[in-house]
């Protein structure tokens, strides 16, 4: 089992461990129709984010298929959080995982998604020996991705009404990166 140091800090949000406290600033944002539009669910419940908190508060290991790192998203020096950011082992055999990310739209386009996604993916290649990572979103959501073209991901599929939205079928692109190219695209970056 991988240990993982967590807090981790960025130049502008601090990533950690969910805590109870942290309700009513997960249900101020997973509870908008707009935030779960493009996550294949309806708003979340106060309860569902009374569940959710519980068990991402609890921990979890880094080991077997469905683990997760679920972390919160805050600004530097304030303490609610302002979105989500998590990490989900996929594969535990040829490690990929997963990644995504939710912020409430108050604090979109300040670039905090892609801040907190980059020091993820680092997380995964750097220290969890992530292979290759993935993420999966709605077409419509151009948002996301930006952010997954900012990390340097490519866009490797395109599923073509392959969820359903209640009654709107919904269409997902696949981005990855591979752990040589996240690294080869630091040391261009240095």
Known sequence: MTTIQLPVATERLVLRPFTPDDLDALYAYQRLPEVARYLYRPPLTREQ??????????GTAWAEDGDALVLAVCRAG????????????????????????????AHGGRGYATEAARAVTALAFEKLAVHRLFARLDVLNTGSAGVCERL???????????????????????????????????????
Do not use: F
């Open 78 to 105: 304030d303490a609610v959080p302002v979105g989500d950011v998590v990490l989900k082992l996929a594969s535990a055999r040829a490690r990929q995982a997963e990644i995504g990310w939710t912020l409430h739209p």
């Open 49 to 58: 984010c009374e569940r959710s908190l519980a068990r991402w508060a609890a």
């Open 152 to 190: 340097g991901m490519r866009r490797e599929a395109h599923l073509v009404d392959n969820d359903l939205d209640g009654e709107r079928w919904g269409s997902e692109y696949v981005y990855a990166i591979l752990a040589r190219e996240w690294r080869a695209a630091a040391q261009n970056r240095d």
